[in-house]
């Protein structure tokens, strides 16, 4: 791994200055100490620094995703994270992503300079600039919902989609429903096809048919609903799983929009178990994302990172919540008489 | 979660005597005592007590697997495990399964009996009589390359055979290979059908076919490369890979019994990296399970589980180690002349 000789060596200049521009002092351009950080990130410096840092910093970066109030999905996960880090005596700073922040500086430069031993992404997509950079990084981090292919640096931590929707499809089939409906979210989107494959495996696997026109999908936001919910009714789905809370939520209001009840009608099924689960009416019945427990565990993950452990993916359990939005298919009562 | 007062009621008993049977005073009959405890674990009363115990101990069981020597597989894995457990001031007890060891008693019996949080399983099987309990078990336990569907308190912890079958793949098609063939472990075990699917799914994506005469299953042993390698060569094979270093020792054998040069003729990749790996002629090109890390992780699952974070996977990166058993395919090299 390179040293700070190394460095002064390759850009020809005196190691006292390499060692100045690495450690932020004035007395130096910030157009000699941008091009000290940006060699010494190319060299691998970057990692070694960061693994004997005595201030042990490690930052959470999060976009697309609220957190900062109790109901929203990041909130526990950040809880969690830092109820881990803590314990461990790890300092954490929350930064969320601004426009400018991952075009103005390279991801592992931004890291060196800040003196951050590794991150946490929440919430980022694989189109952003700085998780396009993490197939070649050689800082610790960890990704929630994303995996990275080959980088021994980088880790994945999420809760299992295909046991959470083997759960959904189960307690279906045995309330007699066939015509089971899946609204997923956002295409192009790792999670979104883990539980499209983990829908179709699962309803395979319930000898019952996956039909075409009952899998759309929509966004993690309520308002998809009416863009699916008239044709899955129309085309005769008794029961609709959705990827979300939210979108179950759009979905119920869409049902009762139709003049149908839920779950008399239709059952409506969702994934998160956030708060809002409860306060829907009726109650939602959920696949539960254990939220402090991913942040515990992608601290846990990070941590491992750090000390060498190339832990690639972490996955949770997913749990089952009986609530008020299922029950028995018309079609089997009718049947039954 | 029921109280000793609660075992006391249903046995219709003192609370004194259910006392005594959990802790093994000597004044009470070897049947009441075991009634007792059979009864707590019915009960639920095992995981409170061990979640609570001032002793903090776990134990690894092992059984089809080496481990005595520092060449065998088991080796590191057990001693990551102890490094990390120590590190949290855990003890740890290594218990060869026996013959008789799973047929005495249940597991989560033995478990409360002898005072342990949580264990490791290595080597087992899934028909075994314990592991068939895990379904139901309420005590925290980790499974290497073994999982169980629904159950909060068991985890598995593993390494990623997609990503390390699909380097391998990856490898010799740079080298021109294109009728690789796969010799697997056992059927019926999960990391097998891991490899399978890894196997045709890398095969695909590389646009190489996956030709059904070139896969075939054997055993973890050297010794079945002899009765799958001719028929490999016989139908135009020019590179193999193996399911583990031990199988790659056996198709290096025989690759040379039948008058062929490794890898002049024939490239071979193992799986694992063994000890053994690089003491072999030549030194085999393998895929790497890092031992010591899966054994630290498996006890941070542990760790996780008897603090109720449910993880349920846990999957360690593959390492490619390219050594001299693998060449450039010479029928790319004939083509180029």
Redesign the interface.
């Known amino acids: 791994m390179a040293t700070i000789k190394d460095i002064a060596n390759k850009l020809g200049i005196a190691v006292s200055t390499v060692s100045k521009g690495l450690n932020g002092a004035s007395d130096i351009s910030n157009d000699m100490r941008q091009l000290v950080l940006d060699t010494a990130v190319e060299m691998g410096y970057a990692t070694k620094k960061m693994r004997t840092t005595t201030t042990r910093k490690v930052c959470i970066f999060i976009e697309n995703m609220d957190y900062e109030n109790i109901d929203q999905f990041g909130y526990d996960i950040i809880v969690g994270f830092k109820l881990s880090a803590a314990r461990r005596h790890w300092e954490v700073t929350v930064i969320p992503s601004s426009l400018t922040l991952q075009t103005d500086e390279k991801y592992d430069t931004y890291m060196l300079k800040n003196g951050y031993s590794g991150a946490f992404f929440l919430g980022f997509t694989l189109h952003d600039d700085w998780v396009v950079q993490l197939n070649k990084t050689t800082v610790p981090t960890v990704l929630l919902d994303n995996y990275i292919?080959?980088n021994?640096h980088v880790g994945y931590v999420g809760t299992?989609s295909e046991?959470g929707i083997d759960?959904a499809v189960d307690h279906l089939k045995e309330l007699g429903h066939k015509k089971i409906a899946f609204l997923n979210g956002s295409k192009n989107s790792m999670v979104s096809d883990q539980r499209y494959t983990a829908f179709v495996n699962s309803m395979n696997k319930h000898n019952l048919i996956p039909e075409e026109n009952l899998i759309e999908y929509g966004y993690y936001v309520p308002d998809c609903a009416k863009y699916h919910v008239p044709s899955f009714l129309k085309n005769g789905a008794t029961a609709i799983i959705c990827a979300s809370d939210l979108i179950a939520s759009g979905v119920i209001t869409e049902v009762t929009e139709q003049g149908l009840k839920v779950p008399e009608d239709i059952s409506v099924i969702g994934f998160d178990d956030l708060p809002i689960a409860t306060q829907l009416s009726p109650a939602l019945t959920t696949i539960r994302q254990?939220r402090v427990?991913l942040g515990?565990?992608a601290f846990?993950l990070l941590d491992?990172l750090i000390h060498h452990?190339?832990?690639?993916?972490?996955?949770?359990?997913a749990?089952f919540m009986k609530r008020q939005s299922t029950a028995i298919c018309k079609e089997r009562t009718r049947e039954e008489n």
């Open positions: 292919e080959r021994n299992d046991e759960l254990d427990d515990k565990s846990l491992g452990i190339t832990t690639s993916k972490l996955l949770l359990r749990k």
